[in-house]
């Protein structure tokens, strides 16, 4: 179960859509950042008590190879976490 205040801690933030069509009242989690020099994106719903991969974006002509590199094929929220701390700590 992903943990909001680790979320925040690693840069997530709160996400609503521009767009009211697409706001379905559900609580996202936004995190934009920059890997190999390009941007990365990554968006969270809450699902019941946890959070769920919504989205994961990579702005590079390789990006579901790197994106496979830094989190794995499939990843859950636990993963992302894990991967994402242990980048913080480099």
Known sequence: MANEDVLFKL???NF???NPAKR???K???LYGVYVERSLTILLVEDGEDYQI???SLDHPDAEELLNRLFGPNPTTED???NLEL???C
């Open 24 to 26: 379905d009242q559900k």
């Open 80 to 82: 992302i976490i894990n």
């Open 54 to 56: 919504e989205q994961i």
């Open 11 to 13: 840069g997530f933030r």
């Open 87 to 89: 980048l913080t700590e």
């Open 28 to 30: 996202r989690l936004l």
């Open 16 to 18: 609503v859509h521009k």
